[in-house]
């Protein structure tokens, strides 16, 4: 098991930009080496002949065929409400500089 020094910790913090006191060095301490050991354990694991498990709810995607709806409006019957039109477009104040 990794079991990691009090300037193990203090290095993990002044890296993360944490400032800890000195029970939390200590609980982070047992916390992390806990952590680490669990992260050996799974190492050890023979994983070779097995496929990645990439969805475990069995859900896919359900696609549908694109359609085309008429709505029975022409573009000039949209375009005839805008307060801007300019060459056959809505016109719109720029919103990026």
């Keep these: 098991m990794a079991n990691l020094t009090r300037d193990d910790i203090l290095k993990l913090a002044r890296l993360a930009r944490l400032q800890l006191s000195d029970e939390e ?3 982070f301490r ?3 080496s806990s952590i680490l ?3 050996e354990q799974l190492q050890k694991v ?3 002949g097995l496929e990645p ?3 475990v709810t069995g859900l896919k995607n359900v696609m549908r065929a694109d359609e085309v709806k008429d709505y029975g409006a022409t ?3 949209l375009l005839k409400n805008s307060p801007a039109i300019e060459k056959g477009h809505f016109k719109v104040k720029r ?3």
């Design 25 to 27: 060095v200590e609980q």
């Design 37 to 39: 050991g669990y992260v």
């Design 46 to 48: 023979d994983t070779k």
């Design 53 to 55: 498990t990439y969805q």
């Design 75 to 77: 573009k000039e019957d």
């Design 95 to 97: 919103i990026l500089q």
């Design 30 to 32: 047992s916390e992390i």
